[in-house]
């Protein structure tokens, strides 16, 4: 799409926003806009059902809210929040953290909702603004170069109503505004329709890959290898030569990691934890680092994996794995287990194949359900089965499975890659229409 500019322009006098159209203004966003904070609550007003609350993990990316993952107050209390309930339309946004400046339109209220502190909600304090056009406005780089030029100011990731108070924005009149939405509405509906097409290819993609995985490492590479009965009912039949054992059979050591708080006043050592590890990697550059008294106190406790040792998290996302591929010193936490292969009848990249795969996944799955606490423990880890194929086997299974996940793994990237730019589009539209750059009143613009 080629879009056309406003026949007449003037300097904003900002540098950083250049010309806009010359009958629009710049206007003072506390003239034009007044944003409610919620309420600030505590730990003790929390019960285990109620009314739910609303908090900036609520809000999420897909521009819905969660009300499943909630916090609640008692529905006695109802009445003392009458001023901060959520209604269709409200306009959300995160005001401090990592996310802050994260926003959302509420579609549909079929309940009490409840403001939390830290969430915004903004409403026109003029009836020359519109509020669908304010949403926009609030979606736009305008008000996020504003946010962040702040965060940079105060070095604090928190926004209220002061630092609104000296924000501004670009406003045309009334009529102009509902054209701009309803041009965003439908052009931003259509860049999501598409994000959630590519969504789905991603999505089986990753089904493709679990399936080749599981494949491989319970039925082989040969389709016309003679199958025998593995006597467990979750695995059915098996290659022949293939043996069931527990994996504490083919390790040389199942053990987790540090039971102790590190010293982390001196950053001589990574010390990674379950939330360190994200698809295979783990992650050196944003975990918590220890001392060399601590590190080498946990070394001499079991505690620092070695080159071709498994990673497994047995608390909070139980499952995860990641193999240290080299030479690196570094400690875990009692969140993650240490698995050592017997080389000389275990590849390590089978194992950890082996632990990804849909059967050992699922078998997860069954050992956590009812319970409270996600947690597995070195024990159980240890006597988990392992489906073993000879060594020879092992090596040709990994040689498969690199070459073919790696070729899916492009794939995805490539994909994620397209949404990036998809979304980048989406953000550059929305700031060009409601800055003027672009002009979208009808007939103004073609294929």
């Given amino acids: 799409?080629?879009?056309?500019?406003?026949?007449?322009?003037?300097?904003?006098?900002?540098?950083?926003?250049?010309?806009i159209p010359e009958h629009w203004s710049i206007v003072k966003f506390n003239l034009y806009v007044n944003l409610r904070h919620g309420y600030q609550f505590r730990d003790y007003d929390f019960t285990p059902e109620g009314i739910k609350i609303i908090k900036i993990t609520q809000l999420l990316s897909s521009g819905e809210l969660d009300t499943e993952n909630v916090s609640f107050i008692d529905k006695s209390r109802l009445s003392e929040f009458e001023g901060i309930l959520i209604?269709?339309?409200?306009?959300?946004?995160?005001?401090?953290?990592?996310?802050?400046?994260?926003?959302?339109?509420?579609?549909?209220?079929?309940?009490?909702?409840?403001?939390?502190?830290?969430?915004?909600?903004?409403?026109?304090?003029?009836?020359?603004?519109?509020?669908?056009?304010?949403f926009w406005i609030l979606s736009s780089n305008l008000i996020l170069e504003q946010i962040f030029y702040d965060q940079r100011e105060t070095g604090q990731p928190n926004i209220g109503k002061d630092d609104f108070n000296r924000m501004f924005f670009i406003l045309p009149d009334k009529r102009e505004q509902v054209i701009i939405t309803s041009f965003l509405d439908r052009e931003t509906a259509r860049i999501?329709?598409?994000?959630?097409?590519?969504?789905?290819?991603?999505?089986?993609?990753k089904e493709k890959r679990a399936a080749l995985i599981s494949h491989?490492?319970?039925?082989?590479?040969?389709?016309?290898?003679?199958?025998?009965?593995?006597?467990?009912?979750?695995?059915?039949?098996?290659?022949?030569?293939?043996t069931v054992l527990q994996i504490r059979r083919v390790t040389s050591n199942v053990t987790d990691g540090a039971h102790i708080s590190p010293d982390t006043?001196?950053?001589?050592?990574?010390?990674?934890?379950?939330?360190?590890i994200s698809n295979g990697v783990i992650d050196f550059e944003s975990c918590l680092r220890t001392s060399t008294k601590s590190f080498l106190y946990m070394k001499?406790?079991?505690?620092?994996?070695?080159?071709?040792?498994?990673?497994?998290s047995k608390d909070g996302t139980v499952g995860r794995t990641a193999i240290v591929r080299d030479e690196?010193?570094?400690?875990?936490?009692?969140?993650?287990?240490?698995?050592?292969?017997?080389?000389?009848?275990?590849?390590?990249?089978?194992?950890?194949?082996?632990?990804?795969?849909?059967?050992?996944?699922?078998?997860?799955?069954?050992?956590?359900a009812g319970?409270?606490?996600?947690?597995?423990?070195?024990?159980?880890?240890?006597?988990?089965?392992?489906?073993?194929?000879?060594?020879?086997?092992?090596?040709?299974?990994?040689?498969?499975?690199?070459?073919?996940?790696?070729?899916?793994?492009?794939?995805?990237?490539?994909?994620?890659?397209?949404?990036?730019?998809?979304?980048?589009?989406?953000?550059?539209?929305?700031?060009?229409?409601?800055?003027?750059?672009?002009?979208?009143?009808?007939?103004?613009?073609?294929?």
């Fill in 87 to 134: 209604s269709d339309g409200d306009i959300l946004m995160a005001l401090t953290g990592g996310t802050i400046g994260k926003i959302i339109k509420v579609k549909y209220v079929q309940e009490p909702l409840l403001q939390n502190y830290r969430v915004g909600n903004f409403f026109p304090s003029s009836s020359k603004l519109n509020k669908n056009f304010l």
């Fill in 328 to 368: 690196f010193s570094f400690a875990v936490a009692s969140s993650l287990v240490i698995l050592s292969p017997d080389r000389n009848r275990l590849n390590p990249i089978f194992l950890n194949y082996w632990l990804n795969g849909s059967p050992i996944q699922e078998r997860l799955g069954v050992f956590l």
């Fill in 216 to 242: 491989a490492v319970t039925k082989g590479l040969d389709p016309n290898v003679k199958m025998k009965d593995s006597g467990v009912e979750w695995l059915g039949e098996i290659p022949a030569t293939w």
């Fill in 1 to 19: 799409m080629i879009y056309k500019r406003y026949p007449k322009y003037k300097d904003s006098g900002e540098v950083w926003l250049g010309d």
């Fill in 192 to 205: 999501d329709a598409l994000i959630e097409k590519k969504k789905r290819q991603i999505e089986l993609l």
């Fill in 265 to 276: 006043t001196s950053q001589d050592y990574p010390f990674i934890s379950t939330v360190d």
């Fill in 300 to 312: 001499h406790t079991g505690c620092c994996p070695g080159q071709g040792d498994i990673l497994f």
């Fill in 371 to 447: 319970t409270a606490l996600r947690r597995i423990s070195v024990e159980k880890v240890s006597r988990l089965l392992l489906l073993l194929p000879p060594i020879a086997e092992q090596r040709d299974i990994v040689s498969f499975l690199e070459r073919e996940t790696s070729h899916i793994d492009k794939l995805v990237k490539m994909v994620q890659l397209s949404m990036a730019t998809l979304r980048e589009y989406r953000t550059a539209l929305i700031s060009a229409a409601v800055t003027g750059k672009i002009d979208v009143r009808e007939d103004s613009y073609h294929e």
